[in-house]
């Protein structure tokens, strides 16, 4: 069973940055690709963002991408969103997720673990 903490969110103006993290325990961080998805009110969860097993390959929304980083850092168990640029419309809470088999997926249903979220709002 593997569980997933994410820190990092709050309240900024648009323009501005943060940087997301989510600590994994309770399993090996390596045997999972992961993923940020986001929820905001009255929407469905979306995909954000995916890193490999290893980091070697990522992937992002067309919305975010060139805005937002994903990274991971497998000796602290530890996966990062670097959110730049933030829009209004990123305001959402955000999740990350762990995969066993499939990197990048955009489909939540793929993922197996999932953390509790945090909030990010960006105003405007």
């Known amino acids: 069973q593997v569980q997933l903490v994410e820190s990092g969110g709050g309240l900024v103006q648009a323009g501005g940055s943060l940087r997301l993290s989510c600590a994994a325990s309770?399993?090996?961080?390596?045997?999972?690709?992961m993923g940020w998805f986001r929820q905001a009110p009255g929407k469905e969860r979306e995909f954000v963002a995916g890193?490999?097993?290893?980091?070697?390959?990522?992937y992002y929304a067309d919305s975010v991408r060139g805005r937002f980083t994903i990274s991971r850092d497998n000796a602290k168990n530890t996966v990062y969103l670097q959110m730049n640029n933030l829009k209004p419309e990123d305001t959402a809470a955000y999740y990350c997720?762990?995969?066993?088999?499939?990197?990048?997926?955009?489909?939540?249903?793929?993922?197996?673990?999932w953390g509790q979220g945090t909030q990010v709002t960006v105003s405007s």
């Open positions: 997720a762990a995969d066993r088999y499939y990197a990048g997926a955009h489909e939540a249903s793929e993922y197996d673990y």
């Open positions: 309770g399993g090996t961080f390596s045997d999972y690709a």
């Open positions: 890193i490999s097993w290893t980091g070697s390959s990522t």
